[in-house]
């Protein structure tokens, strides 16, 4: 399925600044990022629940935020782009 993660990540300090990192290179692991804060991520249901755990356990819930998106497996017609995409991936051939 198609999980589109956004995150917002307080950064007034350094740990929030670790934070915001950590996430970041948890997405990344997962998907591919779309713009800032945004990633795309093609993951069935149980890479969906250990993604999303581990993103609970790097954030403070108090000043942190994470959102998720899922599309479902038949998300081709609910996405729409207008301009440059800021990555192009071949769903068929990326590997993770």
């Known amino acids: 399925m198609m999980v589109v993660v956004v995150y917002d990540i307080a950064t007034g300090d350094p740990d929030g600044r670790r934070r915001l990192r950590k996430v ?7 998907g591919v990022p779309i713009q800032d804060s945004v990633y795309e991520c093609e993951l069935d ?3 969906y629940r250990r993604f999303r755990e581990d993103l609970a ?3 403070l819930p108090e000043s ?5 998106y ?3 497996n038949r998300y081709r017609s609910r996405i729409e782009r207008v301009g440059k995409e800021r ?3 071949n769903r068929e051939t990326y590997v993770i």
């Open 24 to 30: 970041s290179r948890k997405c990344a692991d997962f």
């Open 45 to 47: 249901a149980e890479q």
């Open 57 to 59: 356990a790097l954030i």
């Open 64 to 68: 942190d935020s994470i959102c998720f």
């Open 70 to 72: 899922l599309l479902g």
């Open 87 to 89: 990555v192009q991936w």
